[in-house]
């Protein structure tokens, strides 16, 4: 069935550090993909996201490439910082009547000054 | 538009009690969604919505759980009787033909 897969955290770097954040799907037919951001005692918020093969989706210093042939959207980063500090879930919205939505089990990332 | 609101933010109730979670979704969209997210399975769909109907309750974990959507404003998520295990917070979502919008959240705790 249609899944999405990301890294296990919980991931700590320090500031300005490089982030990635893998996130591979399985789905038929061809899916929308997101990023989300949750940060402590809130809810998911939409970071960004992308809608066909080879687009890039990019927010707040974040980017993600809809990758087909590797069934991939990882997430990064050039330099983090301390706000950063959050859960990120990446998602899938199949492209039915339905408007599913299907999260991965989201990672953890802790920057640390 | 206000976003997604959910009624209460914060709920503590007795195991065996009823409990009745609300949502009102962002005004237009089709499709809600509710979720339920602990430390131990994280982030769960327990049914979606669309145009009012049930489409898959799959991810409701028992009959102790229902959920109810009578009009396109407004649903709810009922815990009857409630238990210790069923603390978590709760999620409402909505969405129109692109990206969940989700609600701040209602933390349940059953004691």
């Known amino acids: 069935g249609d899944s999405v897969t990301q890294m296990e955290g919980p991931v700590t770097l320090s500031e300005e550090a490089f982030l990635t954040i893998n996130c591979t799907y399985t789905?038929?037919?061809?899916?929308?993909l997101f990023w989300y951001v949750q940060y402590p005692g809130e809810g998911l918020q939409l970071l960004l996201k992308?809608?066909?093969?080879?687009d890039k989706g990019s927010n707040k210093g974040f980017e993600a490439t809809y990758r087909k042939e590797t069934t991939s959207f990882h997430l990064e980063k050039g330099s983090v910082q301390v706000s950063d500090s959050a859960v990120y879930f990446c998602a899938l919205s199949l492209k039915t009547s339905y408007d599913k939505v299907i999260f991965g089990p989201g990672t953890s990332l802790s920057v640390i000054p | 538009d206000a976003g997604v609101i959910q009624s209460p933010r914060h709920e503590v109730t007795e195991m065996g009690q009823e409990v009745t979670l609300r949502c009102k979704p962002i005004s237009g969209h089709n499709s809600l969604f509710w979720y339920r997210q602990t430390m131990m399975r994280g982030l769960e769909l327990l049914i979606y919505f669309n145009n009012n109907v049930p489409i898959d309750d799959s991810g409701m974990p028992e009959d102790r759980f229902s959920a109810k959507m009578p009009n396109a404003s407004f649903s709810t998520l009922k815990i009857q009787p409630s238990e210790p295990r069923d603390s978590a917070v709760y999620f409402c979502?909505?969405?129109?033909?692109?990206?969940?919008?989700f609600g701040q959240g209602t933390r349940l705790t059953v004691v």
């Open positions: 789905a038929t037919g061809y899916p929308s």
């Open positions: 979502a909505s969405s129109l033909m692109t990206e969940a919008f």
């Open positions: 992308a809608t066909k093969a080879d």
